[in-house]
Structure formats: C-alpha cells, structure tokens
C-alpha cells in the first residue's frame, strides 16, 4: 500500500489558479508513476487529468486541461503537484492524487493506477 494524502483543494473564481500538492508514504516514491484524476459532482466516473512519469519528464493530459494544468513532481519530498490555471467552471470535482507500478511508457498506464488517495475537493465559482 502507498498511502497518499491529497492537499490544496478549495474554493477559486473563474479564471483563477489553485496547486494541489500529494505526499506518499511508504514505498518508494520515485518507483511509482503518478497522476491526478476527478470525479465531478453528480457523476460516477472518474475521469484521468495529468500522469507523470517516474523521471519527470514525460507528462500525459486531458485534452480538457492541456495547456492550463501542469504536474510535476519533488521526488526528494515525496511529492506531486497539480499546478491549474485559468480554472473553468467545469473543473469543479473531487480530484484524485493516483500512483502506479507500471512503466509509464505509454499514455494508457496511467488510466489504471493502483493506489488512490483519498480525494479533495477543487469548486470553481462564478
């Protein structure tokens, strides 16, 4: 198990910026891909966002937020980061710090991860 506490959710106006942060325990944090994904309100599903590679430097969006959302990682802090800018009002969700033990080496690993935080809500105001 790699637990993972998500912070830095809110509530932000429209066209505004919030950085969500994610920190691992246990494991070994530079091992894993990560990645974010977010349910939003009144909807079952839980949509992918952003994946990063174990390096860094490979990254994977959404068409919905590429361009206005950036990830990145501080492997010495154990951490990930969703940095999300210009934010819509369709980005208000539950939004979801994710880790993997896959390669990451194509853009499908990151849509089955196997670890999940336990979610933070992001709401987008008018």
């Known amino acids: 198990q790699v637990p993972l506490v998500e912070s830095g959710g809110g509530v932000v106006q429209v066209g505004g910026s919030l950085r969500l942060s994610c920190v691992a325990s246990?494991?070994?944090?530079?091992?894993?891909?990560m990645g974010w994904f977010r349910q939003a309100p009144g909807t079952l599903e839980r949509k992918f966002v952003a994946?990063?590679?174990?390096?860094?430097?490979?990254?994977y969006y959404a068409d919905s937020v590429k361009g206005r959302f950036t990830i990145s990682r501080d492997n010495a802090k154990n951490t990930v980061y969703l940095e999300m800018d210009s934010l819509k009002l369709e980005d208000t969700a539950v939004y979801y710090c994710?880790?993997?033990?896959?390669?990451?080496?194509?853009?499908?690993?990151?849509?089955?991860?196997?670890?999940w935080g336990q979610g933070i809500l992001v709401t987008v105001s008018s």
């Open positions: 994710t880790a993997g033990d896959r390669q990451g080496r194509q853009r499908s690993d990151y849509y089955d991860m196997d670890y």
């Open positions: 994946g990063l590679s174990r390096s860094g430097l490979k990254t």
């Open positions: 246990g494991g070994t944090f530079s091992t894993y891909i």
